[in-house]
């Protein structure tokens, strides 16, 4: 063995307790590290003959690349729909690096199925759901929609999987999340052709029915894919999936929902009727890494069992006689985009089972209070406007007023550049906007006091 490699194993408890004591001085300090800085690095560093041996490469992340984190894990990081990382997750998550499992088929896979059990009891979905985990909501929605297309195909007597595509997929959708319109992309299917449905009359951005149904018609009989949305990213708006599911009874169609954070609602007694139907979906997107809190890299998907061979069919292995019928010996790698992937469940398995349904509704129903109590400020003060009514756990929110349009963005790199929260720019029904997404586990009253304050003094200075 390379000596220094040698070296590191002999001191790896050493090593290890370094690396705990670091964790938990950034874990304690993580509400007041800042939420962004302007550090850099060149990254030319060359790469050395020598091994430096752990301890020394420590010292070096240490001086040049930890001082470039920020604190995203941390309560006042409400830009994108950013989750934090609970004390469980994060066991499941170092412990997943330990075991270094492949998670394919076999034993290997077991925590797997498990871990999607327990998240169907947790959404209050059916176990005729089939679903494994992938790396974002972005795969998720890949995943899925790669199946809708091989059923797509199927309507029509084709075999895109084994074909390519021979034919134009029909998509419909009102407010597709980008990675969806990404994912048509990548699908070959077309960034471009998808039908934009018109959204309900009014400050809404929930599918209007009856523009869909009126579209459906129009295609006379002729199958088609509809991607709907369970928390869109500018006003967490849910389409009417009771009203989508009747329509299922009436016509042919693949009906996928990105459900990537707006799919929690339904932790919560209060909350739940936003997702009411959802379970006649075909495949549904789920993020670990937004509401669950999770790490990075943790989403699922869900396949209804009916798809079962339309989802091998996409993704079997199928020059690789070794791996057997897929059918008989289940393997996540004949169901999936990747093949080898590391044990992505274990996070949430260990989240799930620390906390349980209770500590989930706890988390969603904090993150709407936050939500509600910041809303409440935009809408007392002079200085600003909501955009959208909060219908969830985002608020989109602007300057008051059409003359104060031009500094809506200089006043967000303000408050960015103040570390002391995070937010994301937006455009929403041609408005510039800002969007406030409370998601994280951390997030108290005096995290929205302390924001409020900050923006009351930049406000000044504008
Ligand atoms: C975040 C999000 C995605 C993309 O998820 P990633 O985890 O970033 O890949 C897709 N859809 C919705 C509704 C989202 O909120």
């Known amino acids: 063995m390379n000596p220094i490699l040698q070296q590191d194993l002999n001191e790896i408890k050493n090593i290890l307790e370094n690396v705990k004591l670091q ?33 020394a490469a420590l010292d070096e992340f240490n001086e040049r690349l930890a001082p470039l984190m920020v604190s995203q894990t941390g309560p006042r990081y409400w830009g994108f729909v950013t989750g934090g ?10 412990l997943t690096t330990i075991y270094d499992q492949n998670t394919q088929g076999g034993v290997s896979a077991l925590i797997e199925l498990e871990s999607i059990n327990l998240l169907l009891q947790l959404l209050d979905l059916p176990k005729t759901f089939l679903g494994g985990f992938v790396t974002g909501a972005t795969m998720s929605n890949f995943t899925c929609l790669a199946v809708a297309r091989q059923w797509f195909g ?14 134009p997929v029909r998509v419909l959708a009102a407010t597709p999340h980008s990675s969806s319109v990404k994912c048509l992309s990548m699908l070959g299917i077309g960034s471009q052709n998808f039908t934009k449905i018109k959204t309900i009359e009014g400050n809404r951005e929930a599918i209007d029915i009856a523009d869909l149904e009126k579209n459906i018609q129009s295609l006379n009989g002729n199958p088609f894919i509809l991607i709907s949305s369970a928390g869109t990213v500018n006003t967490a708006d849910f389409d009417d999936f009771k009203a989508i599911s009747k329509l299922k009874t009436k016509y042919n169609f693949w009906w996928h929902v990105d459900a990537a954070f707006g799919g ?9 009727y936003l ?21 990075y890299e943790s989403a699922f998907y869900l396949v209804d069992e009916q798809h079962k061979n339309l989802q091998c069919e996409t993704f079997q292995n199928s020059n690789a006689p070794y791996l057997g019928d897929p059918l008989e010996n289940f393997s996540y790698l004949n169901f999936l985009p990747e093949n080898s992937r590391r044990l992505k469940a274990l996070p949430a398995w260990f989240s799930l089972v620390a906390y349980g349904k209770q500590g989930y509704q706890d988390i969603i129903e904090n993150s709407v209070a936050m939500a509600l109590l910041f809303d409440a400020f935009i809408v007392q003060n002079v200085h600003f406007e909501l955009l959208a009514p909060t219908r969830l756990n985002n608020v989109c929110f602007a300057l008051a007023g059409d003359q104060n349009q031009e500094k809506v963005y200089l006043f967000l790199a303000k408050l960015n550049d103040s570390g002391k929260v995070f937010m994301t720019p937006t455009m929403y029904m041609g408005r510039k906007g800002i969007r406030a997404s409370f998601v994280n586990y951390r997030t108290a009253e005096s995290d929205i006091d302390l924001v409020i304050q900050e923006m009351q003094e930049i406000i000044k200075t504008m």
Do not use: M
Request: proline share 3%; hydrophobic share 40%.
């Open 23 to 55: 964790s938990l001085d950034f874990l304690s300090a993580v509400d007041a590290i800042a939420t962004s800085n302007k550090n850099t690095i060149s990254t030319d560093r060359g790469l050395n003959d020598l091994g430096l041996g752990t301890l």
């Open 85 to 94: 990382a609970t004390p469980a997750s994060i066991v499941g998550d170092w």
């Open 154 to 167: 199927k309507q029509l007597g084709k075999d895109f999987a084994k074909d390519g595509l021979t034919e």
């Open 264 to 272: 929690f609602a339904v932790c919560s007694p209060k909350y739940k």
């Open 275 to 295: 997702v009411d139907g959802w379970e006649a979906s075909d495949s549904i997107t789920i993020d670990c890494h937004k509401w669950l809190n999770v790490p």
